[in-house]
């Protein structure tokens, strides 16, 4: 269900990226872009990729990504942002790890595993078509890049920052024989599973929710994202509950689960941040690092919990 983009690799170009360096005259290396975002709304957006050169990821680029209005025959620069490379943070010796609930961690193999992502703030003035370059340089290599376009909505369809949370009564272990049954991951956090959405606001008590499918999700991001969750319960699980909800019902996996429908979901893996008002104050789609949930829960901690 969640989706990687690749756009179209761009054969010809000599603009300059970050720090005023320009393309060399042979032809740019080939460079894909892997979207782990798929919802693009008027006003400020978390913009996340990945970058791939022929079949490797490419890590710790210096990049930019430039928004085009591309309305009349001539496209039109609108803005020109860097996108820093953030990396996953739960990874050991260039290899992801997944972290148990007793604390205990797990070094994966597998050379396809995503180590990071870039991650750019975009605004977008107006709903509908942009067309979107990203350049990429590493080291002393050439500028790599990208064009594609992108459609941008009017207003999100998911429940969006400043707007009330549904008040869900996801299943929680107690309601369960086994807690496979609503949780995919191997194996499963019962840490995730003891606290419903609605019970959690009913209390005024900060949640942080991700929606996540971690055996059945086909980008591999789902499983870290969950981990990435996971970490962050020692330093905020005191004062925060953290619930992992299933994209899928156990008895008909091709079917949403309830919790799903009513927060208006179409892709995964959603994290979203919710004050002790009931008041959604971040969400992050796709592949999600700790430092960006990290500074998401300080900053909701910080404002007076009504």
Sequence with gaps: MFHLVM????VAMGPSVPGGARAAAA???QLQVLMTTAELVVGQNRFAFGLLTRTTLLADADVIVRVYDIRAEDAKLAVEVPAPYRKLEVVENDRPVHVHPDGTRHVHD???DVRGLYVAQVAFERPGVWGIEVLARQGDGPVAGSRYSVNVLAVSP???PGTPAPRSRNLIATDVPDLKTIDSSVPPDPRLHRVR???AIARKQPQVIVFA????CQSRVCGPVVDVVRT?????????AFIHQEIWQADAPDQFTGTVKEWRLRSEPWIFVVDGSGTIRAKFEGLTTRRELDVA?????RRPQN
């Design 158 to 160: 998911t429940p969006a």
């Design 7 to 10: 756009a179209a690799v761009l």
């Design 213 to 216: 499918s971690p055996r059945l």
């Design 297 to 301: 829960i300080a900053e909701m901690l």
């Design 110 to 112: 597998g050379t396809t």
């Design 27 to 29: 032809e740019p290396a």
């Design 197 to 199: 959405i609605a019970d």
């Design 232 to 240: 962050l319960i020692p330093t905020y699980g005191d004062r925060v």
